[in-house]
C-alpha cells in the first residue's frame, strides 16, 4: 500500500522559501499523480499544484502561480513543492497526495494522503 510523508514545513519570514518533499513507499510513485494541498484553520482544504505521473504536464492554483514550483523525482519516490515569496496567507499544514485519476487539483479524486506538514509565515 502506498504511503506517503511529506517533510520540509516550518516557519519563515514573508518573502522566504521553503521546499517540501513528498516521500513515498509501499509502490512505486510513477504510478500515480501527485498533488500538493494546504488547509488553513477554518478553511476548505484546497489544491495547491499538481504535477502528471512523468511530470510533463503541471496544474498551479491562481494563488501561487509563478510563486511556487512542483517537480517530482520518480528514481528516488519523491515529489516536492518549492514555495518562493511567501506570504502569510500561505499559512496552512500542506498535505501530498496521491491519484491514479490523472493530474488534478480537486482534492476529492485523490486516495492516499499523507500525515502534513506545517508552514506558517510570519515575522
Known amino acids: 500500500q502506498l504511503k506517503l510523508v511529506e517533510s520540509g514545513g516550518g516557519l519563515v519570514q514573508p518573502g522566504g522559501s521553503l521546499t517540501l518533499s513528498c516521500v513515498a513507499s509501499g509502490i512505486s510513485l510513477s504510478y500515480y499523480a501527485i498533488g500538493w494541498f494546504r488547509q488553513a484553520p477554518g478553511k476548505e482544504r484546497e489544491g495547491v499544484a499538481s504535477i502528471s505521473t512523468i511530470g510533463d504536464h503541471r496544474n498551479y492554483a491562481d494563488s501561487v502561480k509563478g510563486r511556487f514550483t512542483i517537480w517530482r523525482d520518480n528514481a528516488g519516490n519523491t515529489a516536492y513543492l518549492r514555495m518562493n515569496s511567501l506570504n502569510v496567507e500561505d499559512t496552512a499544514v500542506y498535505y501530498c497526495?496521491?491519484?491514479?485519476?490523472?493530474?488534478?487539483?480537486?482534492?476529492?479524486?485523490?486516495?492516499?494522503w499523507g500525515q502534513g506538514t506545517q508552514v506558517t509565515v510570519s515575522s
Open positions: 497526495a496521491a491519484t491514479s485519476l490523472g493530474d488534478t487539483l480537486h482534492p476529492a479524486l485523490y486516495l492516499r
